[in-house]
């Protein structure tokens, strides 16, 4: 299996700054990488697709980079809402796998 | 608009078989989205346990695939998961989730049903 890591675990930052996270693969995964927003008692969000497209509806505060087994979440002006926690998923392989979330609140 | 909602039992006993429906509405299950079923639990965090084609194809995750059945019910746009010889380590929120075209994301999931294995 390819095995996602993430980092920070969690992170807590004040509104309007900006928040990194990163996400790596176990292998090369080209740009085969999703990621996802949770919130208590919710199922996980699609955000971003294909490593740095943004889903449709989603602010395009959030935005994906990287490419190969390093990856980053990019949120720039963080906002109340934002308060999540945040997942990497691969699929370059099956199974399919997801990192163990970063969780983000405001400071 | 695609909705899932899953349902079934969220109490079953150890060495048992867990079973769960996924109900589709918005869109025909015969589409060519895959449909796929993904747990969460505090020891193991978000865990993809396998998909299925409405031809029938599947493919599972190799940690549950001796004990998992995944199956697909077109007259009633709905998909369905069985997990048997539960254990404790099974308890979880299940969740159901659309992935379009087999492009390997989940766009459209159910909301998530709690299951515990206990006696």
């Known amino acids: 299996d390819i095995q996602m890591t993430q980092s920070p675990s969690s992170l807590s930052a004040s509104v309007r700054d900006t928040v990194t996270i990163t996400c790596q693969a176990s292998?090369?995964?080209?740009?085969?990488l999703n990621w996802y927003q949770q919130k208590p008692g919710k199922a996980p969000k699609l955000l971003i697709y294909d490593a740095s497209k943004l889903e449709t509806g989603v602010p395009s505060r959030f935005t994906g980079g990287g490419f190969g087994t390093h990856f980053t979440l990019t949120i720039y002006s963080l906002q109340p809402e934002d308060i999540a926690t945040y997942y990497c998923?691969?699929?370059?392989?099956?199974?399919?796998?997801f990192g163990p979330g970063t969780k983000v609140d405001i400071k | 608009q695609v909705q899932l909602q899953e349902s079934g039992p969220g109490l079953v006993k150890p060495s048992g078989t867990l079973s769960l429906t996924c109900a589709v509405s918005g869109v025909s299950i015969s589409s060519g989205d895959w449909w796929t079923w993904v747990r969460q639990s505090p020891g193991r965090g978000l865990e993809w346990i396998g998909e299925?084609?409405?031809?029938?194809?599947?493919n599972y995750n190799p940690s549950l695939k001796r004990r998992v059945t995944v199956s697909v019910d077109r007259s009633k746009n709905q998909f369905s998961l069985n997990l048997n010889s539960v254990t404790a380590a099974d308890t979880a929120v299940y969740f159901c989730?659309?992935?379009?075209?087999?492009?390997?994301?989940?766009?459209?999931w159910g909301q998530g049903v709690l299951v515990t294995v206990s006696s």
């Open positions: 989730a659309r992935d379009p075209a087999n492009t390997g994301r989940f766009d459209f």
């Open positions: 998923q691969q699929f370059g392989d099956l199974p399919r796998t």
């Open positions: 299925i084609y409405h031809t029938g194809r599947t």
């Open positions: 292998q090369d995964i080209s740009n085969y």
